[in-house]
């Protein structure tokens, strides 16, 4: 049985060539995010993810924040440190993100994919995250040190000029150092630029602080028992961890800075197999439909019902080989692209081979050779069923089943999803859009059920404008004569164009809500100043800008983030009259007047989450630990405001950072925006991260994010709908075959080339209609529905871009032509007589 079936793989090659590709580019994407994973810990996680002291001490945050103040130690708890025994030395340390760089030519140095650091030079080597390589060790805030990979990128020496720039203050400092880059610790492999101590506790945090300290063991300590006396000696307020710890935490922080890649190609995969499973399962229901007198007759000369099924599945795991190991090959192919993207992009990245571990070939193996054969069990087994005596009859063909079943099946999953959708309406927000992406993916899978039933009078009523001529007619019944395969064939498109419609209309309504919150709550402010390097920036800022002629006022904007109970949140400070005009802020309840010291108002959804209304007190926990605060009123959905607003001084008590995040400005009558918004840059020109902006400008970069989604999402999609073009080729090709007497008649008795090509059209085009408007309809009405529940979630319009869904089915009519080009062609390009005399 293995022969016959290697013969019979190797007879009918063409028609398995689609499904190898389906397989490969699956398997493609599989092994190049497995590979590149691989890679990615060999060169990096061995060079970066060690500790140089033998423990590391950090205080708990107990927000986790990811911006703002970090958590820090004061020089009592490391004096503290110093005294347990076993600790040989105990050296203090400062390490933060949100700094920029500048290049001699007033640029960011860009480090894609890393965040640039700033720290304190270590007061002990046997504990510092890097070596000095040149210069002396940088003193007061007129001497600085880079890492050689930066040093080189920006083209600087010791000795040059570096303008460096953290969220409190700017400063130019000599290069008085470089420094291997940094191989422990969050800055592994980093940007890093250091200072004295003093300083960096100056510049970075804006008053004195450690993040870290670094512990040396004395000779024979164990750093179990010395972890454990530090750990009861502090409190329950820190982290202590051993070197091992450390190196582990250092291997998850590199994945989730380069692993994003991984999981990219992931679910390119993921997509790329699902749609092609739809591929391989048509493809051997009409290669065992087409076989059936073939298959019979193995059964008359006395193969069991099991031999001929694994003769099917042994076809399938000889296509699903041949797929994974051209898969593996692209995958290893994606890998090194990536890799070298990474190389060109300059990151601190060393040079590694390519690790293609045994665990990947198999797994590709496993998955490719696993789906192929899953896909083509349902004609395996129908073969398997064929009696011997159908060999006897020219007319042959298989069995079809009931679609009873199918049906039921079908229809519970419809019902499920109609309930599951009407819940959804009644939950809102996120609970709500999960319920219906839920109810959607269920929705899809029961049409995919039920699409046979309904397919025969849907190509019907699509093909009725093309007319009733001849070729019209034909291909319209071909499409009619097998439901099965036709539903089948147009549901890989169908859920392609489902999700990529329904992000459409996601997108658009996200972009036309944003400009409508940000129009609705910016008021009477004419420019917006933010930040493109360090989330926030010096107070000196605003200082200045408030002293440009033709401005008016200038209002404040800080923010950070905390904890009311689980749930984590952000936190914002306002300055005085921010509220009477820069930015339109309605209450639902309470007052804004009364945001004094201790009271805040808090945004609609929140309030309902922590059921909290004015008069009533909660605890927000920062950094600096909880703080009581009433609220004073609650805010409507507000975009600039999606958080719990405080006055500053109250921000300034609860630990907040003296930095400001956004700024409103107002401009004089007599002075224009743009007039204005020129003479602010021409003051800032020394801050090359400072951005000011319109509100117009303010809004379209507010929408960049969503067009930057929707472009990864529409490649990802891209992938899918190119496979679901593959199975409407590969049907249409496969049904040449399985027609070729039928077709050589029809040519025998007149029909021309150019017809029998329209006829073939004519099918393509019904199934990639059938397929695109069913996913247009599914799509489309999920989506809207998506953006009723979250819309006081700041989905707060619906926008349905119908311009762009039409063109999406015309879209679908050209693929269906271009679809039936190839197999046109070979269908015209037949012997009339020798299609006549074929069985």
């Not at 630990?625 to 109250?650: D, E, F, M, Y």
Request: aromatic share 4%.
């Amino acid at each position: 049985m293995l022969k016959l079936a290697l013969r019979s793989v190797l007879a009918h090659r063409l028609r398995f060539v689609l499904c190898t590709v389906a397989v490969l580019l699956g398997i493609g994407f599989v092994a190049g995010a497995m590979v590149f994973t691989d890679t990615l810990s060999a060169a990096l996680k061995k060079n970066f993810s060690t500790s140089t002291a033998d423990i590391t001490v950090t205080p708990v945050d107990p927000v986790e924040a990811g911006s703002g103040r970090p958590a820090t130690f004061t020089s009592d708890t490391v004096e503290r440190i110093a005294a347990v025994p076993g600790v040989a030395s105990a050296d203090p340390e400062l390490l933060v993100g949100d700094v920029q760089i500048l290049a001699p030519d007033g640029k960011p140095v860009e480090s894609p994919g890393l965040s640039t650091y700033g720290g304190a030079w270590p007061r002990d080597a046997r504990t510092a995250p890097f070596r000095l390589l040149d210069g002396k060790p940088p003193w007061g805030d007129s001497q600085l040190a880079l890492d050689q990979s930066t040093a080189s990128r920006a083209g600087y020496v010791v000795g040059d000029q570096v303008r460096v720039i953290t969220s409190t203050q700017a400063v130019t400092a000599e290069l008085s150092a470089i420094t291997t880059p940094p191989v422990a610790g969050a800055a592994a492999g980093a940007p890093l630029v250091t200072f004295d101590p003093a300083t960096a506790q100056r510049l970075f945090l804006g008053g004195p602080g450690w993040t870290s300290v670094g512990v040396a063991l004395t000779p024979g300590s164990d750093p179990e028992t010395v972890s454990r006396a530090i750990a009861q000696t502090i409190g329950d307020g820190v982290k202590v961890r051993t070197a091992a710890q450390v190196a582990s935490d250092g291997e998850n922080a590199l994945d989730n800075a380069f692993g994003g890649s991984s999981t990219v190609l992931m679910l390119f995969a993921g997509l790329a197999l699902f749609v092609g499973a739809f591929l391989i399962v048509n493809t051997f229901a009409m290669l065992v439909a087409q076989r059936s007198r073939e298959l019979a007759m193995l059964r008359a000369i006395g193969a069991s019902r099991g031999q001929v099924t694994a003769t099917v599945l042994i076809e399938a795991l000889v296509i699903g080989a041949l797929g994974s190991t051209l898969g593996l090959l692209l995958g290893i192919g994606v890998a090194a692209g990536i890799r070298l993207g990474y190389e060109w992009l300059d990151l601190a990245i060393p040079s590694a081979t390519l690790q293609v571990s045994a665990a990947t070939i198999i797994a590709c193996y496993l998955i490719g050779i696993g789906v192929t054969v899953a896909a083509a069990y349902p004609a395996a087994r129908r073969a398997g069923k064929l009696p011997p005596m159908a060999a006897l009859r020219d007319d042959v063909a298989l069995p079809e089943r009931s679609m009873l079943v199918r049906l039921l099946i079908g229809g519970f999953m419809l019902l499920m999803a109609v309930t599951l959708y009407l819940i959804a309406l009644q939950a809102n927000g996120l609970p709500g859009a999960v319920l219906l992406a839920l109810a959607a993916a269920i929705t899809l899978l029961g049409i995919v059920m039920t699409s046979p039933l309904v397919s025969r009078y849907a190509v019907r009523a699509l093909m009725w404008p093309l007319g009733r001529k001849a070729p019209v007619t034909l291909g319209r019944r071909n499409a009619e004569r097998n439901p099965r395969r036709t539903s089948a064939t147009a549901s890989a498109l169908m859920i392609s164009v489902a999700l990529i419609s329904g992000l459409i209309v996601i997108a658009a309504s996200a972009k036309a809500s944003i400009e409508r919150n940000i129009t609705d709550a910016i008021g009477t402010s004419e420019l917006v100043v933010s930040s493109d390097g360090p989330d926030s920036f010096s107070p000196r800022i605003a200082d200045r800008i408030a002293k440009v002629s033709g401005v008016e006022s200038v209002h404040r904007v800080r923010q950070r983030q905390g904890k009311v109970g689980n749930t984590t949140v952000r936190v914002s400070g306002i300055s005085d009259g921010t509220l009477d005009g820069p930015i339109t802020a309605k209450l639902d309840s309470g007052s804004r007047d009364g945001l004094g010291k201790g009271q805040a108002l808090l945004p609609r959804t929140l309030a309902k989450t922590l059921d909290l209304s004015p008069g009533k007190t909660f605890d927000l926990t920062t950094t600096t630990g909880k703080h009581r605060l009433t609220v004073a009123g609650i805010l409507a959905p507000n975009r600039q405001l999606n958080a719990i607003v405080l006055s500053l001084p109250t921000y300034d008590s609860i630990g907040g950072a003296p930095t400001d995040t956004l700024l409103y400005v107002e401009v004089a009558q007599s002075t224009g925006p743009a007039q204005a918004g020129q003479a602010i840059l021409g003051e800032l020109k020394d801050y090359p991260s400072i951005r000011v902006r319109d509100q117009q400008a303010y809004v379209a970069d507010a929408r960049g994010p969503v067009n930057v989604a929707l472009g990864v999402v529409g490649m990802l999609l891209g992938l899918a709908i190119l496979i679901a073009i593959l199975g409407i080729v590969n049907t249409l090709a496969l049904g040449v075959v399985e027609r070729t007497r039928e077709i050589g008649l029809l040519r025998a008795i007149g029909m021309d080339r150019p017809q029998l090509s329209r006829m073939l059209r004519v099918e393509s085009i019904a199934i990639s209609l059938l397929g695109t408007l069913l996913g247009l309809v599914i799509g489309v009405v999920f989506a809207a529905s998506v953006q009723t529940v979250m819309v006081d979630n700041g989905l707060s319009v619906l926008d349905i871009p119908v311009l762009q869904l039409v063109a999406a089915a015309l879209l679908a009519g050209v693929v269906g032509v271009l679809a039936a080009v190839w197999p046109s062609r070979r269908a015209a390009r037949l012997d009339v007589l020798q299609a006549i005399a074929t069985e």
